[in-house]
């Protein structure tokens, strides 16, 4: 059984303080009264790299951006306190910004960081900035990227489950997906769902790269999916979930899962990043980067435990 998620500390890495209440704050703010968790607002300033009597401009005018921003984080966290949430604040320089908020994990341990997915214009949909793809590949800690405005009142939870391991994701990160997903359902009196996305078969099939192909039959085609469908039911099962709480979607997962997350009118989909390469870097899996931009509700993305 894997261990629950805790919510003891939250951090919250913003962008810009001076935006006061953001989605990302009240989102943070929700969570602490319904967990007691305590929240950390923390900006990180990009320092400079120029030399000389122009580093010397330039470290004054940070000096001067910092003091700024810790106002603005203050006077925010004020708000908060008057909730009763016990609030820190926090103004770190450094370069690159993920790497400030990377420390800033280390140093304070959170059981959980937050970071918020931004509009460049009115028409445009979320986008993630390198930034945040670095915190996705190296945040110890499940990362919530909130993409939601609305408040989370009795949300679907979405947990985007891979039973068969595909390209190399650790068997054990079904049981961490799920375990955080219903984590947040519980705190949130939200209601836990299952996904897997899967490919169906083609019409044909290459026999070898670059030769001939091999027509797949009804018959090669029924069993194919009766296959997937048993083993995703069993490994839902193992996890406590009825079937009328699962879905096995047959399509492209770029597509299906935004329009699943849409119709269950999710708040939050759950989905892991896994070990890609023999860098060990750590890259959200298939079903999630070309996903990302397209969900509306906020994500979670968790990783294997090491």
Same mark, same amino acid.
């Given at each position: ?23 990302? %704050? ?26 000389? /009597? ?121 049981? *961490? ?58 490994? %839902? ?48 899996? /298939? ?11 906020? *994500? ?7």
């Amino acid at each position: 059984m894997t261990p629950a998620l805790k919510f003891d500390r939250i951090l919250v890495a913003l962008a810009n303080p001076t935006a006061g209440m953001t989605s990302g %704050v009240r989102r943070a703010r929700d969570l602490a009264h319904a967990t007691g968790a305590s929240v950390e607002l923390f900006n990180a300033i990009c320092s400079s790299e120029s030399s000389g /009597s122009l580093h010397a401009a330039a470290e004054q005018f940070t000096r001067l951006e910092a003091s700024q921003n810790r106002h603005a984080l203050e006077q925010t966290a004020k708000k908060l306190r008057r909730e009763e949430i016990l609030v820190t604040t926090t103004v770190q320089t450094g370069y690159p910004v993920h790497e400030s908020i990377l420390r800033q994990i280390k140093l304070t341990k959170p059981d959980l960081v937050l970071i918020e997915a931004h509009k460049h214009n009115v028409f445009a949909r979320f986008l993630l900035t390198q930034t945040d793809f670095e915190l996705i590949r190296h945040c110890p800690v499940p990362l919530l990227i909130v993409k939601g405005h609305a408040a989370w009142r009795s949300p679907s939870i979405l947990a985007a489950l891979d039973p068969f391991h595909s390209k190399d994701k650790p068997s054990k990160l079904d049981e *961490v997906i799920i375990g955080a997903a219903r984590a947040f359902a519980e705190k949130t009196s939200g209601t836990l769902h299952a996904a897997h996305i899967f490919k169906p078969l083609l019409p044909y099939l290459p026999s070898v790269p670059g030769t001939t192909l091999i027509e797949v039959s009804g018959a090669d085609k029924r069993t194919y999916e009766a296959a997937v469908r048993k083993h995703f039911y069993e490994a %839902v099962a193992r996890h406590g979930l009825p079937k009328s709480k699962a879905h096995l979607i047959g399509g492209d997962s770029m597509l299906a899962l935004p329009e699943l997350a849409h119709t269950l009118r999710a708040g939050l989909v759950v989905m892991g990043a896994v070990s890609r390469s023999a860098l060990k870097r750590l890259f959200i899996g /298939s079903t999630a980067e070309h996903v990302l931009d397209r969900l509306e509700c906020d *994500v979670l993305i968790v990783k294997p435990k090491r």
